[in-house]
Nanobody, 124 residues
Framework: QVQLVESGGGSVQSGGSLRLSCEAS????????IGWFRQAPGKEREGVSC????????YYADSVKGRFTISGDNAKNTVYLQMNSLKPEDTAVYYC?????????????????WGQGTQVTVSS
């Protein structure tokens, strides 16, 4: 059974940092692309970043480029999203997802397995 578990969310002030983790079980990250998505209240889900852990290829949405870094540790079957210089507009529920192919930009319809989400709140 495939399971993705996010952790690391919380509340920070503007300019602060958080590191989200996505631990996968029941699948091998070598064969999946991992995406991070976020959804703010009243807004559609947005693809923030994705990674192909096999070759290290990454993608970032313009809204987070230069502030967020995605990385993978295949030995731990875990993908991370380091978020620096956080802004109030980054406030959302963040989800990680696994899909069979790496596509830029990440589209939620290309991802088969989803975590439960973790809340990130950035105050001004």
């Amino acid at each position: 059974q495939v399971q993705l578990v996010e952790s690391g969310g919380g509340s920070v002030q503007s300019g602060g940092s958080l590191r989200l983790s996505c631990e996968a079980s029941g699948l091998n990250l070598d064969y999946y692309a991992i995406g991070w998505f976020r959804q703010a209240p009243g807004k559609e889900r947005e693809g923030v970043s994705c990674i192909s852990t096999t070759d290290g290829v990454t993608y970032y949405a313009d809204s987070v480029k230069g502030r967020f870094t995605i990385s993978g540790d295949n030995a731990k079957n875990t993908v991370y999203l380091q978020m620096n210089s956080l802004k109030p507009e980054d406030t959302a529920v963040y989800y990680c997802a696994a899909g069979p192919a790496y596509v830029e930009p990440p589209d939620e319809h290309d991802y088969d397995h989803w975590g439960q989400g973790t809340q990130v709140t950035v105050s001004s």
